[in-house]
């Protein structure tokens, strides 16, 4: 069963238009994080959650911005999307508690401005 | 500079040969990860590692903390081996929490 769950897988939004991401997970993995993946790109990382604390990447545009109500659920909200922000989302959870485990990714959400 | 760079960026080996990725970081870390990315996506990760050697199957991943370099060696390569190979860090900020990733390196294995 997947543990690391994204929705929807594709996404296509207008212009302008806000638009949010949503991932849960079933690990009860205390770190969870955010990255944007451009074609032939690696994932760059967008920000993170740590328990409650949200950790921002110096140059994650404010137009980023990430909600996480509970352990389960993180949120990834683009207030107006542009034509740049067209890209693969993904999501993954680690757990740090006593040592640090693996790290769980997300099938990814792909994004479509049009 | 990248905190985290990979070489090399393209990689191309024929059925059965070692292969060697190699991983250099500038910032302290608690741990780093060795993923596997293939086409569609899907992430996987391969290694965690905070000191010495890893082995599963015929993947091999190394780390010398002093040095700030890790390899991912795999023997006898195989086509399906083919993805993209990423090296990822957990730096020292945050508890370790933090995770960035190298560039990749593209991987192809021709029978």
């Known amino acids: 069963d997947a543990m690391v769950i994204q929705n929807p897988r594709y996404q296509v939004t207008q212009f302008g238009k806000p638009v949010t991401l949503s991932c849960s997970q079933t690990l009860n993995h205390n770190v969870m994080y955010w990255y944007q993946q451009k074609s032939s790109q690696a994932p760059k990382l967008l920000f993170h959650?740590?328990?409650?604390?949200?950790?921002n990447e110096a140059d994650t545009p404010d137009n980023f911005q990430s909600r996480r109500p509970n352990t389960s659920f993180c949120f990834l909200d683009i207030r107006s999307p542009g034509l740049g922000d067209a890209a693969m989302y993904l999501c993954a959870t680690s757990r740090i508690y006593r040592g640090l485990t693996e790290a769980f990714f997300g099938q990814g959400t792909r994004l479509t401005v049009v | 500079k990248n905190e985290v760079e990979q070489s090399p960026q393209n990689l191309t080996a024929q059925e059965g040969e070692f292969i060697t990725i190699n991983c250099s970081y500038s910032?302290?870390?608690?741990?780093l990860h060795w993923l596997q990315q293939h086409p569609g996506g899907g992430i996987v990760s391969l290694f965690m590692?905070?000191?010495g050697k890893k082995k599963h199957g015929r993947l091999i991943a190394t780390i010398n903390i002093q040095e700030k370099h890790s390899s991912l060696h795999i023997t006898a390569s195989h086509p399906r081996d083919s993805a993209v190979y990423i090296c990822a860090v957990r730096s020292e900020e945050t508890s370790g929490s933090r995770l960035t990733f190298g560039e990749g390196t593209q991987l192809t294995v021709n029978p």
């Open positions: 910032v302290g870390i608690s741990a």
């Open positions: 590692l905070s000191s």
């Open positions: 959650y740590y328990d409650k604390d949200f950790n």
